[in-house]
């Protein structure tokens, strides 16, 4: 009974150590002369892991910013707001406005955090999601190493 179990642990040690992730490095679309590419992406995290807030462009909705997910959009040039839907007692949900230009590619990283509250209410977590711009090397670096293209 031991070897089957020594052997079957084994077997599945091997298997996991076998697999490798080559991961290719990940590589933003070129946006065309007359269009502004916008990647929004949350990095993997167990906090707020379950939770997906919906991300609002200009007062219309158009993703859930959900863990480990890279999303691109395609927009006319020109300003922007984004903005968390404000269906939940979340922190942090501050809108952000960009002035796209023609041509260019453009990152927000969706930033999460759970504090604990010493409160007697039915919320003893203080969650929050946070929206920034993040520089091209960084959002390339983050999503290679976290986030899948949805």
Known sequence: MLIKIFTIVSILLYAACST???TAPFKPVTAKAD?????IYRPSAMSNALYSPGINVDGEF????????NSKLILTPGEHTFEFQDDKSYADLLPITLTLEAGSTTFLRVGTSLKIENSVGYEPYARSFALTHADEATAIKEITECCTAR
């Open 20 to 22: 490798t992730s080559d």
């Open 35 to 39: 269009q502004a590419v916008i990647y």
């Open 62 to 69: 158009k993703l859930y910013a959900k863990n480990g997910i």
